[in-house]
């Protein structure tokens, strides 16, 4: 039973398992200098001090043969079977910087999709999941338009705004991110297989901090939620009425200094009012995706100075400096660089050039941007 913990994956995954214990037990038993590993090598009777009851006589359950040990080997058999599944522990490379700021992150990560796309700028939408035919056309289109510009669309998958910003997204060939309520092998809800696909067939991910087979619990929404705007520069909520679930979303995005974007709306609609209110506390009113863009320029510098000092430091460690190592790309992203030529060229003749629609155009660049590879100038783009 024991060499089912050889890897620290298999230490995650049962810890997370243990009943009455998550991200907030992790992060105390991690102020005391407790790791994932010590922890769960320990007597016993030492064990008492850092876990509750129903937890320690799990973990104990555990190590005499229980059905958590079952369950502990089939999800590694799972993850094994699953090439487009990544397990992000919190000191791994691809884990998100912007989501590390957060109180108490997830301790581990699973990214169904291209873990490199939550490293990107994002806007985090959300909002009624039963919104006026306005609303989810407005999120539609604001998502459309940020995606053309670049950023990755965070949201929920769930259904109104959420799968209407997702759809905003893939409209305009952009990446688009959910983080599920569930575990990561689980859809909800299920009318979503289809929008889940299409997330990863466009180069998107699947986002959850949930064990496998986690069940839509109404407890695990306010969690998801701070991931939505952990990951995210800003949020956009759309339509939610006074005591909606996207107003958590909001308050998360205050709590983490990020900023928070509302859309006004009748006085007459019920789902205006959230709205309404968080544009009282100092929200930012929005009437256009460009006032998002604008508000927002600055995380996309702030990606690429990040990218910059990621790949001098690489650059450091490879001798001599001159032989350093290109960061890799994928080859869709190789043949937009070759596309591109090595003369500035607008957008709108690289369109012509790849016959590519141009919100797959901007995210492409964007990630050759964040990746140190080419610059915008005024209004083209030029190899570095």
């Not at 129903?54 to 079952?70: I, N, V, W």
């Not at 699953?82 to 791994?92: K, N, S």
Request: with cysteine; hydrophobic share 45%; aromatic share 6%.
């Amino acid at each position: 039973m024991h060499n089912l913990l050889d890897s620290l994956l298999a230490k995650y995954l049962l810890f997370l398992r243990l009943p009455e214990v998550g991200a907030g037990t992790y992060w105390q038993l991690h102020e005391q200098g407790v790791d994932i590993e010590s922890l769960l090598d320990k007597p016993a009777a030492s064990l008492k001090s850092f876990l509750r009851p129903a937890a320690l006589e799990a973990l104990l359950a555990f190590r005499s043969g229980s059905p958590l040990t079952q369950r502990l080997a089939r999800d590694l058999e799972y993850i094994a079977s699953q090439p487009d599944l990544y397990c992000l522990t919190f000191d791994d490379p691809l884990y998100p910087r912007l989501l590390r700021e957060i109180p108490k992150p997830p301790p581990l990560l699973f990214v169904r999709g291209d873990p490199n796309c939550l490293s990107l700028p994002q806007v985090a939408m959300v909002g009624s999941r039963n919104p006026t035919a306005g609303g989810s056309e407005n999120a539609e289109r604001f998502a459309r338009y940020l995606a053309e510009c670049g950023f990755a669309i965070t949201s929920g998958l769930a259904l109104g705004i959420d799968a209407a910003a997702h759809q905003g997204a893939l409209n305009a060939g952009g990446k688009t991110i959910a983080v599920m309520g569930t575990g990561i092998d689980m859809i909800y809800p299920s009318r979503h297989r289809g929008l889940a696909q299409a997330i990863l067939h466009s180069g998107g991910a699947l986002v959850s901090e949930f064990p496998l087979g986690v069940g839509s619990l109404a407890a695990n929404f306010p969690q998801r939620n701070r991931i939505i705007s952990g990951l995210s520069g800003g949020a956009l909520v759309v339509e939610a009425a006074v005591q909606s679930g996207s107003l958590i979303t909001a308050s998360y995005a205050l709590q983490h200094d990020r900023e928070v974007f509302a859309i006004p709306g009748s006085i007459h609609n019920p789902l205006a009012r959230g709205c309404h209110q968080l544009i009282r506390q100092g929200a930012t009113l929005v009437e256009t995706a460009q006032d998002i863009v604008d508000q927002l320029a600055g995380l996309i510098s702030y990606k690429r100075q990040e990218a910059g000092r990621v790949f001098s430091a690489q650059s450091l460690l490879n001798e001599p400096q001159t032989n350093a190592a290109a960061p890799a790309l994928d080859a869709s992203e190789q043949a937009l660089l070759d596309a591109l030529g090595f003369d500035p060229l607008p957008l709108d003749l690289l369109a012509e050039r790849t016959g590519a629609d141009i919100g797959s155009l901007s995210a492409g660049l964007i990630t050759l941007e964040i990746k140190g590879l080419v610059q915008q100038v005024g209004a083209c783009y030029q190899r570095v």
